[in-house]
């Protein structure tokens, strides 16, 4: 049984770290663009409180 080549593993072990940094970074983004998302949501009793304002002037 001859030892594995080093020259043909080799790609595919530096591989694993960029794929894992992309995953990463990609959830990272998804996450603050989430947040991001959720914080330009208007506030529900501030919608309420702004219907029942409006309500008034007709």
């Known amino acids: 049984m001859l ?3 080093p ?3 080799a ?3 530096t ?3 960029p794929t894992a940094a992309y ?3 990609f959830g990272i983004l998804f996450v603050l663009l ?3 998302l959720l914080n330009l949501a ?3 009793d501030e919608v309420r409180r702004q219907n029942e304002e409006n309500r008034e002037y007709f």
Do not use: W
Request: charged content about 20%; hydrophobic content about 30%; aromatic content about 4%.
């Open 42 to 44: 208007p506030d529900p």
């Open 34 to 36: 989430s947040i991001g």
């Open 11 to 13: 790609p595919f072990q």
């Open 3 to 5: 030892p594995p080549d």
């Open 7 to 9: 020259a043909l593993e």
């Open 23 to 25: 995953c990463l970074s």
């Open 15 to 17: 591989n694993k770290v």
